[in-house]
């Protein structure tokens, strides 16, 4: 049955995102909490569908009050799809998202895109390098290394970041092929990306918990609780 095998393929690329980034997950958990305890700003960004990532990490029952997100929403995909895509192909418009974006070199800028190939993730990364922020990714290495650079200078997101978290997807991300269809369906960047995103967070936690210095993990206001302390709206 499709469903059935469709389960079994979401769960063997759980199984390989887990193992091919246990590194990338403790290196990206360790710039967050230092960066926490040393008290700076960890910024997180991603146009079309990898804004869904950047909303994953903010005001998040379960989540963690850490991420200071850049929004641009010309670059999301509820407002005109085919605009943003161009939008985020478009050199120089990383000047225009980070225009109102003031960090300092010890922050971290997490940048969230499958391809990293367009011109916009690719100079934020590279114009936050400048500025003595880390830079970390989450990308899809396999798709990436597949296609063009559309920046430039030919760079990627995934060799300007200091560290890279890889969501295993394929190229073009949707990967399953259910019978009588001839198209691949069931793209994958969203569901491992958000389980990446936990993992780090919960190892960041981890983190801070042996430093003593945990942040109140945000809960839902959707839960009988009297106290509104850390609450959120998820």
Same mark, same amino acid.
């Given at each position: 049955?499709?469903?059935?095998?469709?389960?079994?393929?979401?769960?063997?690329?759980?199984?390989?995102?887990?193992?091919?980034?246990?590194?990338?997950?403790?290196?990206?958990?360790?710039?967050?909490?230092?960066?926490?305890?040393?008290?700076?700003?960890?910024?997180?960004?991603? #146009? @079309?569908?990898? &804004? $869904?990532? /950047? +909303?994953?990490?903010?005001?998040?029952? !379960?989540?963690?009050?850490?991420?200071?997100?850049?929004?641009?929403?010309?670059?999301?995909?509820?407002?005109?799809?085919?605009?943003?895509?161009?939008?985020?192909?478009?050199?120089?418009?990383?000047?225009?998202?980070?225009?109102?974006?003031?960090?300092?070199?010890?922050?971290?800028?997490?940048?969230?895109?499958? #391809? @990293?190939?367009? &011109? $916009?993730? /690719? +100079?934020?990364?590279?114009?936050?390098? !400048?500025?003595?922020?880390?830079?970390?990714?989450?990308?899809?290495?396999?798709?990436?290394?597949?296609?063009?650079?559309?920046?430039?200078?030919?760079?990627?997101?995934?060799?300007?970041?200091?560290?890279?978290?890889?969501?295993?997807?394929?190229?073009?991300?949707?990967?399953?092929?259910?019978?009588?269809?001839?198209?691949?369906?069931?793209?994958?960047?969203?569901?491992?990306?958000?389980?990446?995103?936990?993992?780090?967070?919960?190892?960041?936690?981890?983190?801070?918990?042996?430093?003593?210095?945990?942040?109140?993990?945000?809960?839902?206001?959707?839960?009988?609780?009297?106290?509104?302390?850390?609450?959120?709206?998820?």
């Amino acid at each position: 049955m499709g469903i059935s095998a469709l389960y079994g393929y979401f769960a063997e690329k759980l199984e390989g995102v887990f193992h091919a980034n246990q590194t990338a997950i403790e290196d990206a958990a360790q710039v967050i909490s230092h960066a926490y305890q040393t008290g700076h700003t960890i910024f997180a960004f991603g #146009s @079309g569908h990898s &804004a $869904l990532l /950047v +909303e994953e990490m903010y005001y998040r029952a !379960g989540g963690l009050p850490l991420i200071t997100p850049i929004w641009d929403f010309d670059v999301m995909i509820h407002r005109d799809p085919l605009r943003a895509s161009a939008l985020e192909r478009t050199p120089g418009y990383a000047s225009t998202v980070l225009q109102t974006i003031t960090w300092q070199p010890g922050d971290v800028l997490w940048l969230i895109s499958n #391809s @990293g190939r367009n &011109a $916009l993730v /690719v +100079e934020m990364a590279r114009m936050a390098r !400048g500025a003595g922020v880390t830079v970390m990714a989450l990308t899809s290495l396999r798709h990436s290394r597949a296609v063009q650079a559309g920046d430039a200078q030919g760079d990627k997101l995934f060799e300007l970041a200091d560290v890279v978290l890889d969501n295993g997807g394929v190229l073009g991300d949707a990967g399953f092929l259910p019978e009588g269809v001839d198209r691949p369906m069931a793209p994958t960047s969203t569901v491992l990306g958000a389980v990446l995103v936990h993992a780090v967070e919960v190892r960041v936690m981890e983190h801070l918990v042996q430093a003593g210095v945990p942040p109140e993990v945000l809960r839902s206001f959707n839960v009988d609780d009297p106290s509104p302390s850390g609450a959120c709206g998820a």
